[in-house]
């Protein structure tokens, strides 16, 4: 049974960093992509980052562009977010999810797999 765990979450001040792990387990054979959504309360999940697992090719939201990396450690099985110049505005549980097929990486919906989501609250 694949499972995604998120982990490295927490309270932080405006202006942090922080870097958000996701562990894989349960597979053997990669996903065609991994991504990390968002959602605040009483909003939508919405898109974070991706990256393509075999190329590694990455892609942002434009509220995270040039503030937010993402990267995967192939040996571990695991994508990390880092999260840099953090704004109250960032504050969401944050999700890891996993998708099998050719995907747009930018929805949701596309994803096979999701991990139980990790609180990221960031004070001002």
């Known amino acids: 049974q694949v499972q995604l765990v998120e982990s490295g979450g927490g309270l932080v001040q405006a202006g942090a960093s922080l870097r958000l792990s996701c562990s894989v387990s349960?597979?053997?054979?990669?996903?065609?992509?991994m991504g990390w959504f968002r959602q605040a309360p009483g909003k939508d999940r919405e898109f974070v980052a991706g990256?393509?697992?075999?190329?590694?090719?990455?892609y942002f939201a434009d509220s995270v562009e040039g503030r937010f990396g993402i990267s995967r450690d192939t040996a571990k099985n695991t994508v990390f977010l880092e999260m840099t110049s953090l704004k109250p505005e960032d504050t969401a549980v944050y999700y890891c999810?996993?998708?099998?097929?050719?995907?747009?990486?930018?929805?949701?919906?596309?994803?096979?797999?999701w991990g139980q989501g990790t609180q990221v609250p960031v004070s001002s």
């Open positions: 990256i393509i697992w075999r190329l590694g090719t990455r």
């Open positions: 349960g597979r053997t054979r990669s996903f065609i992509g």
């Open positions: 999810a996993a998708a099998d097929d050719a995907l747009n990486i930018r929805i949701a919906t596309e994803y096979n797999y």
